[in-house]
């Protein structure tokens, strides 16, 4: 089956960091591209960035309300992707949703984690 | 990259359809065949349902299609069932390997 399973959410202040996992199964992680989706309380879907896959240089590229706070990152020895996110803002409060971007779509999301910035 | 528009709602009686647009620019929905909806129920991650503007992944009923004019794409659900009550959302490649999504809809079967 495939799965993604978020983890690593919680409560942060204002200024903070929190580094978010995703683990996964059930399909090739190594040959996949996978980004992070967001969702703040009763708002619409936000996406955050992606990473490819290391055959495709494993760079990646973010959304211009988190670039240069947050990184993306992947250890393919675990099937696992990151989510590091520093000098968090209120506005950063959300679920974030891992998810496989399968060549132009979102096709595998994980349940989410929440993340909530407050003081 | 704003969002793309939706319109906040839609309804539907049982047996009747409801068309969901979604527009952007050029940069976009129209520039590129990568148009996707996603089905959200309350409290639960997004489901795929259409991708590529008009594909269907399997397990998809094919009550739903998606079509695309111009800078805007549409996703139809044909012979509403109570359980199509839910929120939609479209997306899209917008280049410069960003993505961007729709404001999101909220359907509901009468």
């Known amino acids: 089956e495939v799965q993604l399973v978020e983890s690593g959410g919680g409560l942060v202040e204002p200024g903070g960091s929190l580094r978010l996992s995703c683990a996964a199964s059930?399909?090739?992680?190594?040959?996949?591209?996978m980004t992070w989706v967001r969702q703040a309380p009763g708002k619409g879907l936000e996406w955050v960035g992606r990473?490819?896959?290391?055959?495709?240089?494993?760079?990646?590229d973010y959304a211009a309300p988190v670039n240069g706070r947050f990184t993306i990152s992947r250890d393919d020895s675990k099937n696992t992707l990151y989510l590091q996110m520093n000098s968090l803002k209120s506005e950063d409060t959300a679920v974030y949703y891992c998810?496989?971007?399968?060549?132009?779509?979102?096709?595998?999301w994980g349940k989410g984690t929440t993340v909530t910035v407050s003081s | 990259q704003s969002a793309l528009t939706q319109p906040p709602s839609a309804s539907g009686s049982p047996g009747q359809s409801v068309t969901i647009s979604c527009t952007g620019s050029?940069?976009?929905?129209?520039?590129?065949?990568?148009v996707s909806w996603y089905q959200q129920y309350p409290g639960k991650a997004p489901k795929v349902m259409i991708y590529?503007?008009?594909k269907r992944p399997s397990g998809v009923p094919d009550r739903f299609s998606g079509s695309k004019s111009g800078n805007t794409a549409s996703l139809t659900v044909s012979g509403l069932q109570a359980e199509d009550e839910a929120d939609y959302y479209c997306?899209?490649?917008?280049?410069?390997?960003?993505?961007?999504f729709g404001s999101g809809t909220k359907v509901t079967v009468l």
């Open positions: 998810t496989w971007y399968y060549y132009s779509y979102l096709d595998v």
């Open positions: 059930g399909f090739d992680f190594t040959g996949a591209w």
């Open positions: 990473i490819k896959a290391k055959t495709s240089g494993e760079t990646t």
């Open positions: 050029s940069g976009d929905v129209g520039g590129y065949n990568y």
């Open positions: 590529e503007v008009s």
């Open positions: 997306g899209s490649y917008a280049g410069s390997n960003n993505y961007v």
